[in-house]
């Protein structure tokens, strides 16, 4: 069983702030309990898939497989990867999806949960968002080279409505990359929300947003469970 604390002393001032400019991050949002078989489960449970774009083609690789590349290949995927990114549309990261059908009982347990009324009330809340029915998610990773160039996550075809990352990333260092960076239409930077353990970040699908490269020097990776609450 895995379950949000419950914060409803504080929903007036997460709504106010959530509301300024539709974006908000809550720290300790799990029960220790939650918190902890979560974060054991991603970082020693999960297989990863590594997700990238070729001239406008999706792939996923696991981690096997690119291992098992030349030097020579893996440098070439590497510029080709980084080429589509330096013109602004480029991704490179882990992920595992988790959908009603997962066999993992706890993610199949964290799956009902996000999709159940007590979960999605309170996004309603939040957001103020009452057509709010579903919720998508993945686990994500993010290692040594990995990022996510600007972007908004509207997709009408899915719903999407409100994106979310619970985050469970530990003794991040801020020099490591990882950032979630948020920007105004002409491209200026207006927030960062900065990775750390048992939080939940939530925004308006349509804020532009990307998360910065991750250094060679990272220590860590960094770990989040992240997807949308949608309307259809």
């Known amino acids: ?11 007036e001032s997460i709504q106010e702030e959530y509301m300024k400019n539709k974006r908000v991050m809550l720290s300790d949002v799990w029960t220790d309990e939650s918190a902890s078989l979560l974060h054991e489960a991603i970082e020693n449970k999960t297989s990863f898939l590594n997700a990238f774009a070729i001239d406008g083609k999706y792939i996923q690789s696991s981690d096997r497989e690119l291992g098992n590349m030349t030097t020579e290949e ?16 480029g991704f490179f990261y882990g992920r595992h999806n988790i959908n009603k059908n997962t066999e993992f009982s706890l993610y199949k347990a964290l799956f009902n949960y996000l999709n159940s009324d007590v979960c999605l009330n309170f996004i309603r809340q939040i957001t103020g968002n009452e057509n709010v029915i579903s919720a998508s998610l993945q686990v994500t990773r993010y290692i ?11 997709l009408p075809s899915e719903g999407r409505a409100i994106a979310y990352v619970f985050g469970f990333t530990p ?28 939080t939940l970040s939530l925004f308006d699908v349509n804020l532009p947003h990307s998360v910065s490269y991750v250094t060679p020097f990272a220590k860590y990776p960094r770990y989040s469970i992240t997807g949308w609450f949608n309307v259809i």
Request: charged share 25%; aromatic share 12%.
């Open 1 to 11: 069983m895995v379950e949000l604390k419950n914060i409803s002393e504080k929903l």
């Open 74 to 89: 893996k440098r070439e995927l590497q510029r080709t990867i980084y080429k589509d990114a330096s013109n602004g549309i």
């Open 144 to 154: 040594s080279g990995n990022f996510l160039t600007r972007h908004n996550d509207v």
């Open 171 to 198: 003794n991040w260092h801020p020099d490591w990359g990882g950032l979630l960076h948020f920007f105004n239409a002409e491209g200026g930077m207006v927030d960062t929300f900065f990775p750390k353990n048992n």
